[in-house]
């Protein structure tokens, strides 16, 4: 009995998306079981080749499919009131531009935040991350950027940390200052920049309030050397970083995250074959967000042949936000990374799977149902995984595990 495994929860008769690399496309395994003890998966594999298991319960999937808990690897999840009748206004004809000039925009979010109580912040923030998770969505990345003052920034990194405390989902949270220029720098966004280095960063990394922290480097947010200079403050912190990047002009900011070995550039809707070559050289996850394509008419793509050409992992994420993106739904973006950016239905579910995992450094935890990572795995009513893809709106979600645990729906 010296090689007879001592189990949590055994799922038993069921089909595995694990998600791995290796082996069948999707890492698909037919006729699998799953062993799980302490929260990680123990073994899991096709049936006949399952070591002898001792478990305190078992589960009988009936033959449907296991896949890993899906993950949201960007959102600004943490933000106060909504700007709909912006959308009316520019339906009917009214520029970004001019409705900015009225006081809207993302500094009508910045007002809204700065004005919300820690508390209100929560409530909102848990009604979108229930709405995730009754998806499948196991992991969020939560990024600030809608305060642009200090006391702002921090409180609602705050409330993004204390999602965990209350719903059984695991949150990457990211520091995200340099989003946009507050109006009282309208004319100093060197001057706003010292003042996310020298005071926001210093009290972020103290309050052990970001995993990682993300800068907005465009025309329209900051420049490549602004960027620099967040980058080399975070790094001095020990602080992984992101970006905002070549999402509506190509400012060669990839090439810059990559010089910083960067977990993840985001949009990249211009990004050229340099950048590309960069980032694959530096392990850096380029993530998709057709959401924001789809609701901006985007018409430039990302460089999708050459990301292949390159072998650079591709994650989707829902991009949730008030003003660019107002999608809280990850699945929907499988489908529209196929249908706009001619991926894969494969390449799509990995992209909000393993490669979302390696886009917040989490790989080695998540992503895949692999012996070692945590027991994120979820029961689905379909045929196939490339099912998830194809069907817009019907919900094929049976069961969820969170950390080997049961969630009830």
Same mark, same amino acid.
């Given at each position: 009995m010296a090689d007879t495994l001592h189990a949590d929860l055994l799922l038993t008769?069921?089909?595995?998306?694990?998600m791995s690399p290796a082996g069948e496309p999707y890492g698909i395994i037919r006729d699998a079981s799953v062993a799980i003890a302490e929260?990680?998966?123990?073994?899991?594999?096709?049936?006949?080749?399952?070591?002898?298991?001792?478990?305190k319960a078992e589960h009988d999937c009936q033959g449907q499919w296991l896949l890993p808990g899906l993950i949201d690897c960007h959102t600004?999840?943490?933000?106060?009131?909504?700007?709909?009748?912006?959308? +009316?206004?520019?339906?009917?004809?009214?520029?970004?531009?001019?409705?900015a000039r009225q006081g809207g925009g993302i500094r009508r979010t910045v007002q809204a935040t700065r004005e919300a109580s820690?508390?209100?912040?929560?409530?909102?923030?848990l009604k979108r991350a229930r709405t995730l998770m009754g998806q499948g969505v196991s992991c969020i990345e939560i990024k600030s950027g809608y305060g642009l003052d200090t006391d702002t920034e921090l409180k609602m990194l705050r409330v993004a940390r204390q999602v965990e405390q209350h719903l059984p989902v695991t949150v990457r949270t990211t520091f995200l200052g340099a989003h946009a220029l507050p109006a009282e720098y309208q004319d100093d966004a060197d001057g706003y920049i010292d003042l996310v280095c020298n005071e926001m960063l210093p009290q972020v990394k103290a309050e052990n309030l970001a995993d990682a922290v993300?800068?907005?480097?465009?025309?329209?947010?900051?420049?490549? +050397?602004?960027?620099?200079?967040?980058f080399a403050a975070a790094q001095n912190l020990g602080l992984p970083v992101k970006l905002h990047a070549e999402q509506?002009?190509?400012?060669?900011?990839?090439?810059?995250?990559?010089?910083?070995n960067a977990l993840s550039v985001d949009h990249i809707e211009y990004l050229?074959?340099?950048?590309?070559?960069?980032?694959a050289k530096s392990g850096t996850v380029a993530t998709l967000l057709p959401g924001a394509f789809y609701y901006l008419k985007e018409t430039q793509k990302p460089p999708i042949e050459l990301l292949r050409k390159y072998r650079v992992p591709m994650a989707l994420a829902t991009d949730f936000n008030p003003g660019s993106s107002p999608v809280c739904n990850l699945p929907l973006m499988l489908n529209m990374a196929c249908t706009l950016f001619a991926l894969t239905p494969e390449e799509a579910l990995r992209g909000i799977t393993i490669n979302a995992a390696k886009a917040l450094g989490e790989a080695e935890h998540m992503g895949s149902i692999e012996t070692g990572k945590l027991a994120n795995i979820l029961q689905m009513d379909i045929s196939h995984p490339n099912q998830l893809?194809?069907?817009?709106?019907?919900?094929?979600?049976?069961?969820?595990?969170?950390?080997?645990?049961m969630l009830t729906r």
């Open positions: 008769n069921a089909h595995l998306a694990t929260g990680r998966i123990l073994w899991a594999g096709k049936i006949t080749e399952q070591p002898a298991v001792i478990a600004h999840l943490v933000f106060a009131g909504n700007r709909a009748d912006e959308f +009316e206004q520019r339906l009917q004809g009214v520029s970004y531009a001019d409705i820690e508390e209100a912040l929560l409530a909102l923030t993300d800068v907005f480097c465009e025309s329209i947010g900051f420049s490549r +050397e602004q960027t620099h200079k967040v509506l002009s190509n400012l060669g900011g990839s090439e810059l995250a990559a010089s910083f050229d074959e340099a950048g590309v070559s960069a980032i893809s194809y069907e817009i709106g019907i919900n094929p979600l049976n069961r969820v595990w969170h950390q080997g645990r």
